[in-house]
C-alpha cells in the first residue's frame, strides 16, 4: 500500500502545494474553502446539508497537509464523507424551480461523493489499527477486521472510549462480564459530549445476564431520564420485586449517576464504587442515595 495516502480525493493532489503557501486557521469554511478551493472543489454551494458539509470541510482542512493521519482520522474522514453523501443524496432530489443549477450542483456534489468515499474507502482496505478493523468490519462484514479488532483489544492496544465501548456491545450477549468492564472502562474514560444513552442500556442488560437487578434498574431508569421516554413503571418495579423503597434509592442514584457523567466526575463517584467496588479496592459499599457534591 502505497505510504501516503490520498486523503481527500483525486480532486486534491494539489494540496501540498497549496499547504506551502499558507491559510488562515480559521474553522469557519467561507474561509477555508475562499484560501483553499481544492478541498471543497468537489461539494455542492447552497445551504442545504450544511452541518455535514461543514464537518467534512473542518476535517479536510485539518488533515490536508498530514502525510500519516492515524487511523482515527482516517475513520473520521471516512464517516463525515458518508454522513454528506447520505444527506446530499436526498438533497439532490429535491428540485429548484427557478435556479435549476442548484439542483445539478447537488446531484454533481453526490455523484462525487459517492466516487471519492469508494476512492478513500479501497485505499484504507490495508489498513489494521483499531479504527480501521472496526470500520472494515461494520461496514464491509470483514470477520478477520473483526478478529482483529478483538485481538488488539485483549492486548491493550484498543483504548480510545468510542471503541472499547463497540467491543463491548460485541460482547454484551455473548460474554457478560466483558462486556461489563469494557461499559465501565469507558463510564470512566468518556467525555460526556461523546456519550452515547445507549450504552447505559448495554451495561444494564449485562447486569441482567447476572442477575444484578438493582443495577439494571438504576441504569435503565438513568437511560430513560436521559431520553425522556415513556415507560410503564410497574415493568420496573418487577425487576426489583416492587418495592418501591428501593426503586426510590436507586432513582436517586439514577440522578447521581447522570449528574457525575455530566460533571466529569463519574471517575470518583459513589455511584462508580457502586457499579464497580473493585475501583476502590472495596467490598460493595452499602447503597447510598446523596448525590455526590457538585
Not at 43 to 55: A, F, N, P
Amino acid at each position: 500500500m502505497r505510504r501516503n495516502l490520498v486523503i481527500i480525493t483525486s480532486f486534491m493532489l494539489g494540496m501540498s502545494f497549496f499547504g506551502l503557501l499558507g491559510c488562515d486557521n480559521s474553522r469557519n469554511i467561507t474561509t477555508i474553502c475562499k484560501n483553499n478551493p481544492e478541498i471543497c472543489a468537489d461539494l455542492h454551494k447552497d445551504g442545504w446539508c450544511m452541518r455535514e458539509k461543514t464537518k467534512l470541510i473542518q476535517n479536510r482542512f485539518d488533515l490536508k497537509d498530514n502525510l500519516n493521519p492515524t487511523g482515527k482520522q482516517l475513520y473520521l474522514q471516512l464517516t463525515y464523507l458518508e454522513d454528506y453523501s447520505r444527506c446530499i443524496e436526498l438533497a439532490s432530489g429535491v428540485q429548484h424551480i427557478i435556479h435549476t443549477n442548484r439542483t445539478a450542483d447537488r446531484a454533481r456534489a453526490f455523484r462525487l461523493s459517492t466516487q471519492n468515499l469508494s476512492l478513500l474507502q479501497e485505499q484504507t482496505r490495508e489498513r489494521q489499527d483499531p479504527f480501521m478493523s472496526y470500520y472494515q468490519w461494520t461496514r464491509f462484514g470483514d470477520t478477520a477486521a473483526l478478529n482483529r479488532l478483538l485481538d488488539l483489544e485483549n492486548t491493550g492496544e484498543v483504548t480510545d472510549p468510542f471503541l472499547l465501548a463497540q467491543v463491548a456491545t460485541y460482547y454484551s450477549n455473548r460474554n457478560a462480564i466483558k462486556a461489563q468492564q469494557l461499559y465501565l472502562k469507558v463510564f470512566a474514560e468518556i467525555q460526556y459530549d461523546d456519550f452515547d444513552v445507549n450504552w447505559l442500556l448495554g451495561l444494564a442488560s449485562t447486569y441482567r445476564q447476572t442477575q444484578e437487578l438493582e443495577k439494571t434498574y438504576m441504569l435503565t431508569k438513568a437511560n430513560l431520564l436521559l431520553t425522556q421516554q415513556k415507560y410503564s413503571e410497574d415493568k420496573m418495579l418487577a425487576l426489583i420485586g416492587g418495592n418501591k423503597s428501593l426503586a426510590a434509592e436507586l432513582d436517586s442514584y439514577a440522578e447521581n449517576l447522570i449528574d457525575s457523567l455530566k460533571n466529569g466526575k463519574y471517575p470518583t463517584s459513589t455511584v462508580r464504587y457502586w457499579l464497580e467496588p473493585q475501583a476502590q479496592g472495596t467490598a460493595k459499599p452499602a447503597l447510598d442515595a446523596s448525590v455526590d457534591e457538585k
